[in-house]
């Protein structure tokens, strides 16, 4: 069974920057697993569906949301299992848990939900204005 552990999260003020972190524990078959899967970030404010954020495949071949592009970026460090969203320009509407997940293959879709396997407990972010 994988874990996937967020942490990185906390309140900001609009325009602020945030980099949220994704350690992945408990794989069996493979050591790096990052390097395995194709992983993503969702978020979910109150009220909201569930939102994609960005992927990145096991190539290393991202996709964005539209509302974060230009001011995000995925990556991941495959030698420590850890997948890392960095978000600049924030804005009030970034307001949101923020959700680690892995799909268990080596593609994804971004913003299926139900395509990811994997989720983590979420990493709240609040941005003032």
């Known amino acids: 069974q994988v874990q996937l552990v967020e942490s990185g999260g906390g309140s900001v003020q609009a325009g602020g920057s945030l980099r949220l972190s994704c350690a992945a524990y408990?794989?069996?078959?493979?050591?790096?697993?990052?390097?395995?899967?194709?992983m993503g970030w969702f978020r979910q404010a109150p009220g909201k569906e569930r939102e994609g954020v960005a992927v990145?495949?096991?190539?290393?071949?991202?996709t964005y949301g539209d509302s974060v592009k230009g001011r995000a970026t995925i990556s991941k460090d495959n030698a420590n299992n850890t997948l890392y969203l960095q978000m600049n320009s924030l804005k009030p509407e970034d307001t949101a848990m923020y959700y680690c997940?892995?799909?268990?293959?080596?593609?994804?879709?971004?913003?299926?939900?139900?395509?990811?396997?994997?989720w983590g407990q979420g990493t709240q972010v609040t941005v003032s204005s």
């Open positions: 990145i495949d096991s190539d290393g071949r991202t």
């Open positions: 997940a892995a799909s268990g293959r080596r593609v994804c879709t971004m913003g299926v939900p139900n395509e990811f396997r994997y």
């Open positions: 408990g794989y069996t078959y493979s050591v790096y697993y990052t390097y395995n899967n194709c």
